[in-house]
């Protein structure tokens, strides 16, 4: 049984997450987080579990990784970890899953669809060897002849524990895609919970459509006890209503004007110098005089993460935090943002989906990224922030957020 508890965050996810193992403290789990830091919180959260915590300081590469875990699962240790400790994962880990009787928690949605860069004639070597073998279409998995040399060592690590996809066409020649954790493995768990939030603009739910694998939605009741898994709560917490009172979203013209167009501050847009030397006036003046009586420590900019530097200025150079970042409590202290990004779904995984007869909602991720980011201000905490945006196709989605969530639909 898959569940998926979609709410908003502070609605107690992750501690419904704690007091299910406290409650349960017979059952097995495997943790996963994208982050080292929340695998480590729920290890000391629940320390009577006794949880096993493979972390990447401990070895040199994810295999290693794969192996000691492997090794823990067979003794049927409690693990939290992030999903790269099962990157290389075997036949046998996948038995000794099942034989344990696991339960999966998953926080966050861990990226589910991986790439790597491989040269088709490279596949084409390794086919002809009967190294791997074509299954369908632009599909290949092991062959028969067993691989062991050192050049394409990685692919074939790879290849030993799931298929690798390739697309047609000149753009993605040298991209191949796999599932970081695959339908046999997710299936293998006597139960699976993940906690998330918007989940139908996630690579997850992709997965899911693709691999026609059920799911239902569950909720989180909060009580005299605490919080709880409930598939009949449905209702968000009662802060959600006066959110679009405490987050103040900048409307003065004068610096807005830069994201007028729809795609204004796509990552394509920031190769042309003019537009990042516009933008970076707009953010300073953001800063120095629409927020001057704001102190400099409450400051925080997000945006792609190799265009960081290039938006830097006194006053703010160390107040950068990639768009996309999440679950970290470090800036909770921040009460004056600007989200410089407007973010659009990826042009290959939007391919492999669409291959797959699935399409991914790209508002719905776009508007899933930037909450997740903003989240980790000082509105997590239930204080006021002021957000400068300057894409208008991302500022309209996040008022028409809160606008929604503020009249209860």
Request: aromatic share 14%.
């Amino acid at each position: 049984m898959i569940k998926v508890c979609d709410a908003i965050m502070g609605s107690g996810k992750s501690s419904a997450c704690i007091n299910y193992m406290r409650e349960h403290p017979d059952e097995k789990y495997i943790y996963i987080s994208p982050y080292v830091d929340e695998a480590t919180r729920i290890k000391n959260a629940c320390p009577s579990l006794h949880f096993y915590e493979p972390t990447k300081a401990k070895y040199e590469t994810h295999h290693s990784k794969t192996l000691d875990s492997m090794s823990k699962i067979r003794e049927g240790r409690n693990i939290a970890s992030t999903h790269q400790a099962y990157a290389f994962y075997t036949q046998d880990i996948i038995d000794a899953i099942r034989e344990q009787g696991y339960i999966l928690m998953i926080d966050e949605c861990v990226t589910i669809l991986e790439s790597t860069q491989v040269d088709p004639e490279d596949i084409r070597i390794l086919e002809r060897a009967g190294c791997i073998r074509e299954v369908e279409n632009g599909t290949f998995t092991v062959g028969d002849e067993v691989y062991s040399g050192s050049t394409f060592k990685e692919c074939m690590r790879i290849l030993r524990s799931r298929k690798l996809y390739h697309l047609d066409g000149d753009s993605y020649r040298n991209e191949y895609y796999y599932w970081a954790l695959p339908a046999e493995f997710m299936m293998a768990f006597k139960e699976v919970i993940v906690m998330t939030y918007l989940f139908e603009g996630q690579d997850m739910w992709g997965f899911f459509k693709m691999n026609n694998i059920p799911y239902e939605k569950i909720g989180v009741r909060h009580d005299e006890t605490g919080y709880h898994f409930d598939a009949n709560a449905t209702e968000p917490p009662p802060y959600v209503r006066a959110l679009k009172d405490k987050i103040h979203i900048d409307d003065h013209e004068a610096i807005n004007d830069v994201g007028h167009h729809s795609h204004a501050l796509s990552m394509r847009w920031f190769e042309r110098t003019e537009n990042v030397r516009e933008l970076k006036k707009k953010i300073y003046s953001y800063f120095r005089y629409y927020m001057k009586d704001r102190p400099a420590s409450e400051r925080l900019y997000g945006t792609f993460s190799d265009r960081l530097p290039s938006l830097a200025r006194e006053g703010y150079t160390n107040s950068g935090l990639v768009f996309n970042t999440r679950a970290t409590n470090e800036y909770a202290d921040r009460r004056v943002l600007v989200y410089a990004a407007n973010i659009f779904y990826d042009g290959g995984r939007r391919m492999f989906f669409r291959r797959g007869g699935v399409e991914i909602n790209e508002n719905l991720y776009a508007l899933s990224t930037m909450i997740q980011w903003i989240w980790r201000s000082a509105i997590r905490n239930g204080e006021e922030i002021w957000i400068y945006i300057p894409s208008r196709r991302m500022r309209n989605m996040l008022q028409s957020w809160l606008n929604q969530l503020a009249s209860g639909e």
